[in-house]
T-cell receptor, first 115, second 116 residues
Framework: QKEVEQNSGPLSVPEGAIASLNCTYSDRGSQSFFWYRQYSGKSPELIMSIYSNGDKEDGRFTAQLNKASQYVSLLIRDSQPSDSATYLCAVNPPMFSGGYNKLIFGAGTRLAVHP | NAGVMQNPRHLVRRRGQEARLRCSPM?????VYWYRQLPEEGLKFMVYLQKENIIDESGMPKERFSAEFPKEGPSILRIQQVVRGDSAAYFCTSSPPQGARHEKLFFGSGTQLSVL
């Protein structure tokens, strides 16, 4: 089992719709969760972080965390063609006691928003 | 994040040559992480360094790869005798000295290494 799993997609949604991206992780004690957006040929861009169960909203983005079920999701409301990118889920597992941020990434989900 | 500077953006090497990738952390940061992204894959942790010290190199291949972060100058990721399988995007990020598990990491623009 991969440590962080994402559906590779592509996830195709019409403009204006809600895009829902999901991520599951294997290490139950994981504490920190991040969503990055990556355009083709570019570096990952941090768009959301979440540390507690529940929802966290930032503009059109909502991150949802359920530690009991070991999943984290990202909702994008009013999707725009400019949201078309690969979305990477990243998790900081608990086994590192060094206090630094050693992220484990999923392979990413490609999102395509069509006009 | 424009604060983390990487160069070169693109590096082409022939098999057997050496590749040197450079990373300058954000102002005030003294810790650097290197990640590698193979085609169609997520990022994989390689190494975590502070000035003049390697803290965690558990993600580094055992041979041909080395990293350093000298007291002065950028962090260097060095790949000796490159092979085609080394072709990937290499990203760097940095954190302040006090570094925390919830620290948000912002990546540099990366170096795309192509091995012919």
């Amino acid at each position: 089992q991969k440590e962080v799993e994402q559906n590779s997609g592509p996830l195709s949604v019409p403009e204006g719709a809600i895009a829902s991206l999901n991520c599951t992780y294997s290490d139950r004690g994981s504490q920190s969760f991040f969503w990055y957006r990556q355009y083709s040929g570019k570096s990952p861009e941090l768009i959301m972080s979440i540390y507690s169960n529940g929802d966290k909203e930032d503009g059109r983005f909502t991150a949802q965390l359920n530690k009991a079920s070991q999943y984290v999701s990202l909702l994008i409301r009013d999707s725009q063609p400019s949201d078309s990118a690969t979305y990477l889920c990243a998790v900081n597992p608990p086994m590192f006691s060094g206090g630094y941020n050693k992220l484990i990434f999923g392979a990413g989900t490609r999102l395509a928003v069509h006009p | 994040n424009a604060g983390v500077m990487q160069n070169p953006r693109h590096l082409v090497r022939r098999r057997g040559q050496e590749a040197r990738l450079r990373c300058s952390p954000m102002k005030g940061h003294s810790h650097v992480y290197w990640y590698r992204q193979l085609p169609e894959e997520g990022l994989k942790f390689m190494v975590y360094l502070q000035k003049e010290n390697i803290i965690d190199e558990s993600g580094m291949p055992k041979e041909r790869f080395s990293a350093e972060f000298p007291k002065e100058g950028p962090s260097i990721l060095r790949i000796q005798q490159v092979v085609r399988g080394d072709s990937a995007a290499y990203f760097c990020t940095s954190s302040p000295p006090q570094g925390a598990r919830h620290e948000k990491l912002f990546f540099g623009s990366g170096t795309q290494l192509s091995v012919l």
